[in-house]
């Protein structure tokens, strides 16, 4: 995993001249974290088939990681591209770059504390983003939430778009709206999320989407708790705990997690 | 796959004189297809740990075949025991039935024109048992919902009780509130099912399920249809869908699916 | 991936007289697009047993390819079978045809833009046909939503039916209602949805269900939002925030990931 | 599994004048079932990489068994810590608690008929912990909950925190607001659960995320059931009835249930 203290290191580097340079290597577990970090959030539905997450180059504040235009969870590491605060591919080697790379350098630019950035589309913040619902932290996991959620509307930089941020312009105004928070969403979109590591914007995206799910429940709740419904009565309910409950299910449940 | 006309045959073999056989072999292929159900059900999450599905013996018609007390999931062809229409199983050689056999037994002693049952707690169900909002078809899948979809309320029968069938009593009630019909809900409990054969009591479930929750979904789609949401303009959608928009998923997708 | 220049090539062959032909052979490429389309469709659920996607031949545009009746996510090459504009399956040696085919020969035979379409009954759809909430474009992904999602309903071209579109003047009055849209909704049964291409069709299909979803919790935020919830303070959360909070959580998402 | 009876010879053992011991052998089936116990709830999706689950020792009733500090999923049986009542690891050989443990030393210290507790942050159970819609048991599975579910306002024993229970007078706090219930929620946190048993706490756990989403489902059904939907009329539905529905589908779900 990387270390705070390797973004520290970082700190004092850029206190250097900056030497021009073409791609320096990231260090291959820096790679793997990103590598991972594609997966992840795939296999936990937070990206599809789009969306894409970076770290910032450990080696030079002024690049980052960011794959090649591919589905996430096809990601490996030849596909991770260096890029420039421009979203220029260093060494494109023929590889095309993912349009909306603009979010991520940016970002990078406007904010010295994020060293990792995730674009999502995931369903479950779109409502939030289309409506004037604002996202507040359900649970401790979320706590990051506490700070605001910002939604970025494009209508307000530019009009009628087709929605994504493919130019330099559009990344500088989205991160402006930023500002100094951890998440944003983006209305009709996705949403942004920020943090100093890999797995710190890995976990906040993850706990982003499940804070979502569950701040809409329980809304429904409040709403809808005048309902009539009709529980079991005390009497019922010891009639049947007076029977061994789970002992079927426990074998199966064993089986299962086998 | 288990044929009407296996029970056309079988009508005839009921005017003959009964002889008091003890358990006759089923054919395999319905053991097979039982033994399938319950997979299936499990499966498709229509059954977890607990509930299960029976099938008349196609030998005679005052026998039924269900798995011993297992979890659906588990249940193999040497599972499966014969009973009679009173709930006894006929060679048990220690193999302890399910409490709740007399859902089945009862149902088939008061259906004629019943060959399979299912008895399950799928979590989409319950709600419409605790409240008063009765089952409707949302979709031809889910036609046969159309003969009304009656609750059983043990209450009634029994007052306070620990909510299961565990006695013949119980199951009369349940058949007598069951009628004609091919499902009914059991108020804080679950649900029977009944069909002709296995395959479509196996259909039947699974769409009673799916139209529970396309039920609720519509509903509450009614109920929030004011709310103000901000879709994309026209505009925005045009200038977005002037890009080939699912190249790169198409790549996953094809991968995914192999 | 079969391209529009394809069906460019496919334009210019149409103006030649057309000669009377038994099947003629489809490009492999398109037939195993096809069934990856089946696939897919059947993996992200939009499809379950039932529903189908079809593709227009290449070699001659009054035809189009459609798998024999067989749920999609059995569907192999040797089920792909060329039918004419009336739904005739022009080869069928044996095999028998969707009774629904009826959809896909009509809209081909009016709409001389669409080279791909699937019919399906995603749970997520019902509600819509079901109620007056006509469809939006939550996102960018559905995009192609704004051009309006008409609803069919059966009752108004035949009375009292079995919903099913099993004959010609019924695949005439859908593609009728279906004018020039990419999608519409059936009532109580399903949808139909169109494009240029393979890919394009199952990405609408894809992104038309993640839609309805979207559409359905934003529409249940709005209407539940003044609800009274205790979110975490700033206080609570930033004393959270101190600790590291997703190291355990990251070695078991790597874990899962790989 | 651990028997109730084994408890009860603990209670003997209880009697005797203490001696003091260093970690002493659990029984290997009592280990493998809480390493299964956790492994169930992370496939149940009860618990992700954080929560936990604990057995009280049979042969010291002041000592309870729990991981280190670990995601459940991986957790194995060398992982497995024996704790005394103050939350005291007593064999630690390096290896790092979870800071919640006193969750579990204080419940064990007021409860004892309680042999085995989970804590967890199950999304379906927050929204009840962060509105006042008290959870009631829906059906038979959830009986327990008859005997009421208080909600834990960690503000009242602590003011602002950080939310965890990471010292003793909280854990002292938690024990004393559960008093004799089988189960509480914590706001803006999660939940405790405790039995008499391994089994027992597992399948109470799984229950109540069941229940929790059933509630919500229910209390939202009453509340949007005045809608106007079109279901099939009786007529549709039994002419689609007519035909064999469910033939293709069967085939399916065979092969899938393989």
Same mark, same amino acid.
């Given at each position: 995993?990387?270390?705070?203290?390797?973004?520290? @290191?970082?700190?004092?580097?850029?206190?250097?001249?900056?030497?021009?340079?073409? !791609?320096?290597?990231?260090?291959?577990?820096?790679? =793997?974290?990103?590598?991972?970090?594609?997966?992840?959030? !795939?296999?936990?539905?937070?990206? =599809?088939?789009?969306?894409?997450?970076?770290?910032?180059?450990?080696?030079?504040?002024?690049?980052?990681?960011?794959?090649?235009?591919?589905?996430?969870?096809?990601?490996?590491?030849?596909?991770?591209?260096?890029?420039?605060? =421009?979203?220029?591919?260093?060494?494109?080697?023929?590889?095309?770059?993912?349009?909306?790379? $603009?979010?991520?350098?940016?970002?990078?630019?406007?904010?010295?504390?994020?060293?990792?950035?995730?674009?999502?589309?995931?369903?479950?913040?779109?409502?939030?983003?289309?409506?004037?619902?604002?996202?507040?932290?359900?649970?401790?996991?979320?706590?990051?939430?506490? @700070?605001?959620?910002?939604? $970025?509307?494009?209508?307000?930089?530019?009009?009628?778009?087709?929605?994504?941020?493919?130019?330099?312009?559009?990344?500088?105004?989205?991160?402006?709206?930023?500002?100094?928070?951890?998440?944003?969403?983006?209305?009709?979109?996705? @949403?942004?999320?920020?943090?100093?590591?890999?797995?710190?914007?890995?976990?906040?995206?993850?706990?982003?989407?499940?804070?979502?799910?569950?701040?809409?429940?329980?809304?429904?709740?409040?709403?809808?708790?005048?309902?009539?419904?009709?529980?079991?009565?005390?009497?019922?309910?010891?009639?049947? @705990?007076?029977? =061994?409950?789970?002992?079927?299910?426990?074998?199966?449940?064993?089986?299962?997690?086998?």
């Amino acid at each position: 995993m990387i270390q705070r203290r390797d973004f520290l @290191a970082i700190g004092v580097a850029a206190l250097l001249p900056q030497i021009k340079i073409q !791609a320096q290597q990231a260090p291959q577990t820096l790679i =793997d974290d990103l590598v991972a970090g594609n997966h992840i959030l !795939a296999g936990e539905m937070v990206l =599809d088939g789009y969306g894409h997450i970076s770290v910032r180059h450990p080696g030079n504040r002024n690049r980052f990681l960011l794959s090649r235009s591919l589905a996430p969870e096809s990601v490996t590491g030849a596909d991770i591209m260096e890029h420039d605060l =421009d979203g220029n591919p260093v060494d494109p080697k023929g590889r095309s770059p993912y349009k909306e790379r $603009f979010i991520h350098s940016e970002i990078y630019r406007a904010r010295s504390d994020v060293n990792a950035v995730v674009h999502c589309h995931t369903p479950s913040l779109i409502p939030f983003g289309v409506t004037k619902v604002p996202l507040r932290p359900m649970y401790h996991q979320s706590a990051f939430l506490a @700070a605001g959620v910002p939604v $970025f509307e494009i209508r307000e930089s530019a009009g009628m778009t087709n929605m994504l941020i493919e130019t330099q312009p559009l990344g500088v105004a989205l991160a402006k709206k930023l500002a100094d928070k951890p998440a944003m969403l983006m209305r009709g979109h996705g @949403a942004v999320i920020v943090a100093d590591t890999i797995p710190n914007v890995v976990g906040r995206s993850i706990y982003l989407d499940l804070n979502a799910r569950i701040q809409l429940q329980a809304l429904q709740l409040v709403e809808s708790a005048k309902g009539s419904i009709t529980p079991l009565t005390p009497e019922e309910a010891q009639k049947y @705990a007076a029977s =061994d409950n789970y002992a079927r299910a426990w074998e199966l449940w064993k089986k299962k997690a086998r």
